[in-house]
Protein backbone atom coordinates (compact mmCIF):
# COMPACT_ATOMS: atom_id res chain seq x y z
CA UNK A 1 0.00 0.00 0.00
CA UNK A 2 2.85 2.44 0.57
CA UNK A 3 2.11 5.76 2.29
CA UNK A 4 -1.80 6.63 1.58
CA UNK A 5 -3.86 9.74 2.31
CA UNK A 6 -7.35 9.06 2.53
CA UNK A 7 -10.10 11.88 1.98
CA UNK A 8 -13.98 12.03 2.13
CA UNK A 9 -14.62 13.41 -1.41
CA UNK A 10 -17.87 15.30 -0.72
CA UNK A 11 -19.34 16.55 2.50
CA UNK A 12 -18.48 13.69 5.20
CA UNK A 13 -20.54 10.57 6.36
CA UNK A 14 -19.20 9.17 3.03
CA UNK A 15 -18.22 5.69 4.76
CA UNK A 16 -14.48 6.47 5.66
CA UNK A 17 -14.00 4.73 8.89
CA UNK A 18 -14.97 1.36 6.91
CA UNK A 19 -12.54 2.26 4.00
CA UNK A 20 -9.34 3.14 6.81
CA UNK A 21 -10.67 0.13 8.69
CA UNK A 22 -10.33 -2.25 5.44
CA UNK A 23 -7.12 -0.38 4.51
CA UNK A 24 -5.60 -0.45 8.15
CA UNK A 25 -4.94 -4.18 7.12
CA UNK A 26 -2.13 -3.28 4.53
CA UNK A 27 -0.79 0.08 7.39
CA UNK A 28 1.60 -0.26 9.91
CA UNK A 29 0.61 2.78 10.88
CA UNK A 30 -2.88 5.25 11.16
CA UNK A 31 -2.55 8.81 11.29
CA UNK A 32 -5.15 11.55 12.30
CA UNK A 33 -4.07 14.71 10.79
CA UNK A 34 -7.29 17.10 11.10
CA UNK A 35 -10.10 17.80 12.72
CA UNK A 36 -11.57 17.15 16.18
CA UNK A 37 -14.30 15.36 17.66
CA UNK A 38 -16.57 16.88 15.54
CA UNK A 39 -15.85 13.66 13.29
CA UNK A 40 -17.26 10.51 14.00
CA UNK A 41 -15.62 7.33 12.12
CA UNK A 42 -18.11 3.86 12.26
CA UNK A 43 -16.55 1.07 12.16
CA UNK A 44 -18.40 -2.57 12.11
CA UNK A 45 -15.85 -5.57 13.60
CA UNK A 46 -18.00 -8.56 13.69
CA UNK A 47 -20.98 -7.94 15.81
CA UNK A 48 -19.95 -4.66 17.26
CA UNK A 49 -20.15 -1.25 16.61
CA UNK A 50 -17.63 1.18 16.70
CA UNK A 51 -17.83 5.13 16.55
CA UNK A 52 -14.56 6.99 16.68
CA UNK A 53 -14.11 10.54 17.31
CA UNK A 54 -10.54 10.99 17.80
CA UNK A 55 -8.88 7.69 18.07
CA UNK A 56 -7.50 6.63 14.61
CA UNK A 57 -9.75 3.70 13.48
CA UNK A 58 -6.38 1.46 13.39
CA UNK A 59 -6.71 1.17 17.16
CA UNK A 60 -9.28 -1.70 16.25
CA UNK A 61 -6.40 -3.58 14.55
CA UNK A 62 -4.48 -5.47 17.00
CA UNK A 63 -0.11 -4.25 16.50
CA UNK A 64 -1.20 -1.32 14.26
CA UNK A 65 0.02 1.91 15.46
CA UNK A 66 -1.90 5.29 15.42
CA UNK A 67 -0.96 9.05 15.71
CA UNK A 68 -2.98 12.05 16.45
CA UNK A 69 -1.09 14.59 14.26
CA UNK A 70 -0.21 18.12 14.69
CA UNK A 71 -3.31 19.44 12.77
CA UNK A 72 -5.74 17.59 15.31
CA UNK A 73 -7.46 20.46 17.65
CA UNK A 74 -8.30 18.05 20.78
CA UNK A 75 -10.67 17.61 23.35
CA UNK A 76 -9.03 16.12 26.30
CA UNK A 77 -11.82 14.68 28.67
CA UNK A 78 -13.51 13.87 24.89
CA UNK A 79 -10.59 11.93 24.26
CA UNK A 80 -10.41 10.33 27.82
CA UNK A 81 -13.74 9.07 27.41
CA UNK A 82 -12.90 7.57 24.11
CA UNK A 83 -10.21 5.69 25.38
CA UNK A 84 -11.40 4.22 28.40
CA UNK A 85 -15.08 3.56 26.21
CA UNK A 86 -12.26 1.31 23.61
CA UNK A 87 -10.09 -0.28 26.76
CA UNK A 88 -13.39 -1.73 28.19
CA UNK A 89 -14.09 -3.33 24.57
CA UNK A 90 -10.40 -5.00 24.80
CA UNK A 91 -8.43 -2.22 22.60
CA UNK A 92 -5.73 -0.55 25.06
CA UNK A 93 -3.91 2.98 24.03
CA UNK A 94 -0.97 2.41 26.02
CA UNK A 95 2.41 1.91 23.24
CA UNK A 96 0.00 2.03 20.57
CA UNK A 97 -1.41 5.10 20.87
CA UNK A 98 0.76 8.89 20.04
CA UNK A 99 -0.48 12.25 20.30
CA UNK A 100 1.49 15.04 18.78
CA UNK A 101 2.73 17.70 21.39
CA UNK A 102 1.73 20.26 19.37
CA UNK A 103 -2.26 19.13 18.82
CA UNK A 104 -4.12 22.24 20.35
CA UNK A 105 -6.45 21.84 22.85
CA UNK A 106 -10.51 22.31 22.77
CA UNK A 107 -11.26 23.59 26.40
CA UNK A 108 -14.55 24.49 27.65
CA UNK A 109 -14.81 27.64 27.03
CA UNK A 110 -14.15 27.02 23.43
CA UNK A 111 -18.20 25.13 23.26
CA UNK A 112 -19.60 28.02 25.45
CA UNK A 113 -18.32 30.35 22.68
CA UNK A 114 -19.68 27.92 20.18
CA UNK A 115 -22.72 27.79 21.11
CA UNK A 116 -23.13 31.29 22.20
CA UNK A 117 -21.89 32.42 18.44
CA UNK A 118 -24.19 29.83 17.08
CA UNK A 119 -27.13 30.99 18.94
CA UNK A 120 -26.45 34.70 17.93
CA UNK A 121 -26.91 34.29 14.16
CA UNK A 122 -30.31 34.60 12.33
CA UNK A 123 -31.88 31.41 10.97
CA UNK A 124 -30.53 31.71 7.86
CA UNK A 125 -26.68 32.57 9.01
CA UNK A 126 -26.80 29.56 11.15
CA UNK A 127 -23.52 26.99 9.67
CA UNK A 128 -25.10 24.15 11.71
CA UNK A 129 -22.12 23.36 14.03
CA UNK A 130 -21.79 20.40 16.32
CA UNK A 131 -21.40 22.73 19.33
CA UNK A 132 -18.12 20.55 19.65
CA UNK A 133 -15.71 23.69 19.82
CA UNK A 134 -13.79 23.35 16.93
CA UNK A 135 -14.08 26.43 15.28
CA UNK A 136 -12.94 28.55 17.99
CA UNK A 137 -9.95 26.02 18.81
CA UNK A 138 -8.93 26.64 15.14
CA UNK A 139 -9.73 30.29 16.31
CA UNK A 140 -7.09 30.12 18.94
CA UNK A 141 -4.37 28.47 16.98
CA UNK A 142 -4.87 31.38 13.97
CA UNK A 143 -4.97 33.61 16.45
CA UNK A 144 -1.78 32.17 18.27
CA UNK A 145 -3.25 32.33 21.35
CA UNK A 146 -4.39 28.66 21.47
CA UNK A 147 -2.58 26.23 24.50
CA UNK A 148 -1.51 22.46 23.06
CA UNK A 149 -1.09 19.33 24.42
CA UNK A 150 2.43 19.52 25.10
CA UNK A 151 1.22 22.57 27.94
CA UNK A 152 -0.64 19.64 29.81
CA UNK A 153 3.03 18.64 30.51
CA UNK A 154 4.16 22.24 32.16
CA UNK A 155 3.58 22.88 35.69
CA UNK A 156 2.47 25.96 34.48
CA UNK A 157 -0.32 25.04 33.07
CA UNK A 158 -2.54 25.84 35.59
CA UNK A 159 -1.99 29.30 34.86
CA UNK A 160 -2.00 29.44 31.14
CA UNK A 161 -5.51 27.88 31.18
CA UNK A 162 -6.61 30.30 33.63
CA UNK A 163 -5.16 32.89 31.77
CA UNK A 164 -6.64 31.94 29.10
CA UNK A 165 -10.54 31.37 31.09
CA UNK A 166 -10.45 34.85 32.19
CA UNK A 167 -9.29 36.00 28.63
CA UNK A 168 -12.37 34.10 27.41
CA UNK A 169 -14.98 34.94 30.00
CA UNK A 170 -14.60 38.55 29.01
CA UNK A 171 -15.69 37.38 25.63
CA UNK A 172 -18.25 35.20 26.60
CA UNK A 173 -19.94 38.52 28.50
CA UNK A 174 -19.80 40.79 25.74
CA UNK A 175 -22.13 38.41 23.92
CA UNK A 176 -24.29 37.84 26.82
CA UNK A 177 -22.78 34.04 27.68
CA UNK A 178 -22.67 32.97 31.05
CA UNK A 179 -19.10 32.99 32.87
CA UNK A 180 -16.86 29.61 33.40
CA UNK A 181 -15.88 28.98 36.83
CA UNK A 182 -11.94 28.79 36.17
CA UNK A 183 -11.39 26.42 39.19
CA UNK A 184 -13.84 24.03 38.03
CA UNK A 185 -12.48 23.91 34.35
CA UNK A 186 -8.94 24.24 35.29
CA UNK A 187 -9.86 20.77 37.44
CA UNK A 188 -12.04 19.22 34.82
CA UNK A 189 -8.71 19.82 32.55
CA UNK A 190 -6.23 18.28 35.05
CA UNK A 191 -8.11 15.13 35.40
CA UNK A 192 -7.56 14.02 32.04
CA UNK A 193 -3.74 14.80 32.34
CA UNK A 194 -2.96 11.19 34.13
CA UNK A 195 -4.53 9.57 30.93
CA UNK A 196 -3.22 11.48 28.39
CA UNK A 197 0.07 12.57 29.80
CA UNK A 198 1.80 9.14 28.47
CA UNK A 199 0.64 9.46 24.85
CA UNK A 200 1.57 12.73 24.79
CA UNK A 201 5.28 13.43 22.16
CA UNK A 202 7.19 14.67 19.36
CA UNK A 203 5.19 12.57 16.51
CA UNK A 204 7.09 14.12 14.01
CA UNK A 205 10.25 11.79 14.45
CA UNK A 206 7.95 8.76 15.39
CA UNK A 207 6.48 9.34 11.60
CA UNK A 208 9.86 9.85 9.86
CA UNK A 209 11.61 6.71 11.16
CA UNK A 210 8.53 4.57 10.18
CA UNK A 211 9.41 5.39 6.98
CA UNK A 212 12.53 5.18 6.94
CA UNK A 213 12.46 1.39 8.13
CA UNK A 214 10.02 1.06 5.14
CA UNK A 215 6.79 0.65 7.24
CA UNK A 216 3.35 1.85 5.94
CA UNK A 217 1.79 4.70 6.81
CA UNK A 218 -1.91 5.64 6.13
CA UNK A 219 -3.37 9.32 6.73
CA UNK A 220 -7.27 9.08 7.66
CA UNK A 221 -9.41 12.25 6.64
CA UNK A 222 -11.96 13.53 8.62
CA UNK A 223 -15.05 15.38 7.32
CA UNK A 224 -14.91 15.71 3.16
CA UNK A 225 -13.64 17.78 0.71
CA UNK A 226 -16.31 20.10 0.38
CA UNK A 227 -16.49 21.26 4.11
CA UNK A 228 -12.39 22.11 3.75
CA UNK A 229 -12.25 25.53 5.08
CA UNK A 230 -10.87 26.67 1.51
CA UNK A 231 -12.14 24.82 -1.03
CA UNK A 232 -15.65 23.69 0.36
CA UNK A 233 -18.83 25.53 0.54
CA UNK A 234 -17.64 28.41 2.55
CA UNK A 235 -18.59 29.59 4.90
CA UNK A 236 -20.82 26.36 5.73
CA UNK A 237 -17.83 24.11 6.04
CA UNK A 238 -15.05 23.03 8.67
CA UNK A 239 -12.69 25.04 10.57
CA UNK A 240 -9.93 22.62 8.80
CA UNK A 241 -8.25 21.60 5.64
CA UNK A 242 -9.58 18.52 4.87
CA UNK A 243 -8.51 18.14 1.21
CA UNK A 244 -4.89 15.88 0.80
CA UNK A 245 -2.57 18.48 1.47
CA UNK A 246 -4.25 18.82 5.37
CA UNK A 247 -3.20 15.36 5.61
CA UNK A 248 0.87 16.46 5.08
CA UNK A 249 0.43 19.55 7.11
CA UNK A 250 -1.49 18.10 9.67
CA UNK A 251 0.97 15.39 10.52
CA UNK A 252 4.92 17.15 9.38
CA UNK A 253 5.03 14.43 6.78
CA UNK A 254 6.21 15.62 3.48
CA UNK A 255 4.12 15.27 0.23
CA UNK A 256 7.15 13.96 -1.77
CA UNK A 257 6.49 10.71 0.52
CA UNK A 258 3.07 10.29 -0.11
CA UNK A 259 2.52 7.72 -2.49
CA UNK A 260 -1.34 7.54 -3.54
CA UNK A 261 -4.48 9.61 -2.87
CA UNK A 262 -7.85 7.14 -2.20
CA UNK A 263 -11.08 9.41 -2.47
CA UNK A 264 -14.36 8.08 -0.68
CA UNK A 265 -17.36 8.92 -2.37
CA UNK A 266 -20.61 7.74 -1.21
CA UNK A 267 -22.66 6.16 -4.37
CA UNK A 268 -25.23 8.81 -3.69
CA UNK A 269 -24.56 12.22 -1.69
CA UNK A 270 -25.55 13.37 1.34
CA UNK A 271 -24.67 16.55 3.84
CA UNK A 272 -25.41 17.41 7.96
CA UNK A 273 -25.91 21.08 8.28
CA UNK A 274 -26.87 23.99 6.48
CA UNK A 275 -25.56 25.09 2.91
CA UNK A 276 -26.09 24.61 -0.73
CA UNK A 277 -26.55 20.89 -1.69
CA UNK A 278 -27.36 21.18 -5.51
CA UNK A 279 -28.91 17.44 -5.93
CA UNK A 280 -30.99 17.41 -2.57
CA UNK A 281 -34.05 15.70 -2.79
CA UNK A 282 -37.26 16.24 -0.65
CA UNK A 283 -39.27 14.07 -2.22
CA UNK A 284 -39.96 10.27 -1.63
CA UNK A 285 -36.75 9.11 -3.27
CA UNK A 286 -34.62 11.60 -0.94
CA UNK A 287 -36.69 9.69 2.24
CA UNK A 288 -35.44 6.25 0.57
CA UNK A 289 -32.07 7.27 0.50
CA UNK A 290 -31.93 8.02 4.13
CA UNK A 291 -33.99 5.20 5.16
CA UNK A 292 -31.99 2.45 3.28
CA UNK A 293 -28.54 4.28 3.90
CA UNK A 294 -29.33 4.78 7.78
CA UNK A 295 -28.42 8.51 7.17
CA UNK A 296 -28.37 10.25 10.55
CA UNK A 297 -25.13 11.39 11.64
CA UNK A 298 -22.78 9.59 13.42
CA UNK A 299 -21.86 12.58 15.96
CA UNK A 300 -24.62 14.12 16.09
CA UNK A 301 -27.71 11.81 15.15
CA UNK A 302 -28.95 14.40 12.92
CA UNK A 303 -30.42 13.20 9.88
CA UNK A 304 -28.88 13.54 6.86
CA UNK A 305 -29.53 15.72 3.47
CA UNK A 306 -29.63 12.97 0.52
CA UNK A 307 -29.57 13.33 -3.21
CA UNK A 308 -28.41 11.62 -6.10
CA UNK A 309 -24.74 11.26 -6.69
CA UNK A 310 -22.99 14.41 -7.98
CA UNK A 311 -19.83 14.16 -10.25
CA UNK A 312 -19.64 18.03 -10.15
CA UNK A 313 -18.19 17.41 -6.48
CA UNK A 314 -16.47 14.08 -7.41
CA UNK A 315 -14.22 15.96 -10.05
CA UNK A 316 -13.92 18.88 -7.56
CA UNK A 317 -12.30 16.78 -5.25
CA UNK A 318 -10.51 14.82 -7.56
CA UNK A 319 -8.69 18.22 -9.05
CA UNK A 320 -7.76 19.27 -5.39
CA UNK A 321 -6.91 16.56 -4.13
CA UNK A 322 -4.99 14.56 -6.45
CA UNK A 323 -7.42 11.41 -6.52
CA UNK A 324 -5.48 8.11 -7.82
CA UNK A 325 -8.42 5.79 -7.43
CA UNK A 326 -12.08 5.69 -5.54
CA UNK A 327 -13.39 3.93 -3.02
CA UNK A 328 -17.29 3.80 -3.47
CA UNK A 329 -19.70 3.11 -0.50
CA UNK A 330 -23.21 2.03 0.27
CA UNK A 331 -23.81 1.36 -3.92
CA UNK A 332 -25.99 -1.22 -1.90
CA UNK A 333 -28.60 1.49 -0.97
CA UNK A 334 -29.78 2.25 -4.77
CA UNK A 335 -30.72 -1.62 -5.09
CA UNK A 336 -34.77 -0.77 -4.89
CA UNK A 337 -34.66 1.71 -7.29
CA UNK A 338 -36.17 1.66 -10.82
CA UNK A 339 -34.08 4.86 -12.25
CA UNK A 340 -31.14 6.29 -10.81
CA UNK A 341 -30.06 9.38 -11.29
CA UNK A 342 -26.26 10.79 -11.58
CA UNK A 343 -25.90 14.77 -11.68
CA UNK A 344 -23.42 15.88 -14.61
CA UNK A 345 -23.43 19.61 -14.47
CA UNK A 346 -25.35 22.38 -13.00
CA UNK A 347 -27.47 25.23 -14.70
CA UNK A 348 -26.52 28.56 -13.24
CA UNK A 349 -28.86 31.57 -14.33
CA UNK A 350 -29.41 29.79 -17.67
CA UNK A 351 -25.56 28.15 -18.19
CA UNK A 352 -24.28 25.58 -18.30
CA UNK A 353 -21.53 24.91 -16.01
CA UNK A 354 -19.11 21.79 -15.02
CA UNK A 355 -17.22 23.27 -11.66
CA UNK A 356 -18.94 24.10 -7.93
CA UNK A 357 -19.05 28.13 -8.00
CA UNK A 358 -17.31 29.65 -5.06
CA UNK A 359 -19.73 32.37 -4.20
CA UNK A 360 -22.55 30.72 -2.00
CA UNK A 361 -24.93 32.47 -3.77
CA UNK A 362 -24.35 31.14 -6.49
CA UNK A 363 -23.93 27.79 -5.79
CA UNK A 364 -27.46 27.67 -3.97
CA UNK A 365 -28.95 29.03 -7.63
CA UNK A 366 -27.30 25.64 -8.72
CA UNK A 367 -29.72 23.28 -10.63
CA UNK A 368 -28.90 19.79 -11.30
CA UNK A 369 -28.27 17.86 -15.08
CA UNK A 370 -29.15 14.73 -14.94
CA UNK A 371 -28.70 11.66 -16.82
CA UNK A 372 -30.74 8.66 -15.91
CA UNK A 373 -30.03 5.24 -15.60
CA UNK A 374 -31.93 1.96 -15.51
CA UNK A 375 -31.34 0.61 -11.81
CA UNK A 376 -30.42 -3.29 -11.02
CA UNK A 377 -33.34 -4.39 -8.51
CA UNK A 378 -31.12 -7.16 -7.66
CA UNK A 379 -29.59 -7.39 -3.37
CA UNK A 380 -26.21 -6.72 -4.31
CA UNK A 381 -24.90 -7.21 -0.65
CA UNK A 382 -23.27 -10.79 -0.96
CA UNK A 383 -21.28 -9.68 -4.34
CA UNK A 384 -17.43 -10.01 -4.16
CA UNK A 385 -16.51 -9.35 -7.81
CA UNK A 386 -17.03 -6.74 -10.34
CA UNK A 387 -17.56 -9.54 -12.89
CA UNK A 388 -20.86 -10.99 -10.83
CA UNK A 389 -22.65 -7.29 -10.29
CA UNK A 390 -25.68 -6.91 -12.72
CA UNK A 391 -25.15 -5.03 -15.92
CA UNK A 392 -26.64 -2.16 -14.76
CA UNK A 393 -24.90 -2.10 -11.56
CA UNK A 394 -21.60 -2.78 -13.85
CA UNK A 395 -22.72 0.26 -15.65
CA UNK A 396 -23.48 2.54 -13.10
CA UNK A 397 -19.88 1.99 -11.52
CA UNK A 398 -18.17 2.52 -15.02
CA UNK A 399 -20.59 6.21 -15.78
CA UNK A 400 -18.94 7.17 -12.42
CA UNK A 401 -15.57 6.78 -13.43
CA UNK A 402 -16.20 8.08 -16.76
CA UNK A 403 -17.81 11.06 -15.30
CA UNK A 404 -14.65 11.84 -12.92
CA UNK A 405 -11.49 10.38 -14.76
CA UNK A 406 -11.14 8.53 -11.94
CA UNK A 407 -11.17 4.86 -11.79
CA UNK A 408 -13.06 2.75 -8.74
CA UNK A 409 -10.54 0.74 -6.73
CA UNK A 410 -12.78 -0.23 -3.83
CA UNK A 411 -16.30 -1.39 -3.64
CA UNK A 412 -18.11 -1.47 -0.25
CA UNK A 413 -21.63 -3.01 -0.67
CA UNK A 414 -22.28 -3.04 3.56
CA UNK A 415 -21.49 -1.74 6.57
CA UNK A 416 -19.26 -5.12 7.03
CA UNK A 417 -15.28 -5.63 6.36
CA UNK A 418 -16.12 -8.67 4.36
CA UNK A 419 -18.91 -6.72 2.06
CA UNK A 420 -15.79 -4.43 0.75
CA UNK A 421 -13.27 -5.66 -1.85
CA UNK A 422 -10.69 -4.41 -4.38
CA UNK A 423 -11.55 -3.67 -8.15
CA UNK A 424 -8.87 -4.80 -10.79
Not at 58 to 87: F, S, T, Y
Not at 377 to 394: H, V
Request: overall charge negative.
Amino acid sequence: MSNTILIGAQWGDEGKGKIIDVLTERADWVVRAQGGNNAGHTVEVGNERFVLHLVPSGILHEGKRCVIGNGVVLDPAGLVEEIRGLEARGFPAAGRLFVSDRAHLVLPYHRSLDARGEALKSASGKIGTTLRGIGPAYGDKMARTGLRTGDLLDPAFPDLLRERIDAHNRTLAALGGEPLDPAAVIAGVEAAIPTLAPLVCDTLPLLHEAAARGEEILFEGAQGVMLDIDLGTYPYVTSSNAVSGGACTGSGFPPNRIDRVVGVLKAYTTRVGEGPFPTELSDADGEALRAAGREFGATTGRPRRCGWFDAVVARHAAMSCGVDGWALTKMDVLDGFDRIKLCVAYELDGLRIDTFPANIRAAARCKPVYEEMPGWKTPLGAIRTFDALPPAAQAYLRRIETLTGVPVRILSLGPRRDQTFDLP
